[in-house]
Nanobody
Framework: QAKLVESGGGSEQAGGSLRLSCIVS??????VAWFRQAPGKERQGIAA??????WTSYDDSVKGRFAISQDSAGIYLQMDDLKPEDTATYFC?????????????WGQGTQVNVSS
């Protein structure tokens, strides 16, 4: 059974950095992406990767500040130049390859708080 476990969240000041990890087990596809949900807002897809073909995709809100990467263990999200509006619960999820469309398996989430 597939399982995704996020870690690396925490509290940071604006302008700081955090690195999130999503360790994937029991899932044969490499298509996993990052999402986030801020209080009172809908869950938002922010970064996806298909490493085998060198494809990445970012939401405009994080482009140029966040970087997604992938290895055999899972996916990672390097978050630089953090802003208060990045405060959210961050999730990884399995997706249809080459998209930010989730297809059913989610991690439990990790909280990121950014203060001004």
């Amino acid at each position: 059974q597939a399982k995704l476990v996020e870690s690396g969240g925490g509290s940071e000041q604006a302008g700081g950095s955090l690195r999130l990890s999503c360790i994937v087990s029991g899932y044969t596809s490499s298509c996993v992406a990052w999402f986030r949900q801020a209080p009172g807002k809908e869950r938002q897809g922010i970064a996806a990767i298909v490493k085998s073909v060198g494809w990445t995709s970012y939401d405009d809100s994080v482009k140029g500040r966040f970087a997604i990467s992938q290895d055999s263990a899972g996916i990672y999200l390097q978050m630089d130049d953090l802003k208060p509006e990045d405060t959210a619960t961050y999730f990884c999820a399995t997706v249809t390859c080459g998209t930010l469309n989730p297809n059913g398996i989610w991690g439990q989430g990790t909280q990121v708080n950014v203060s001004s």
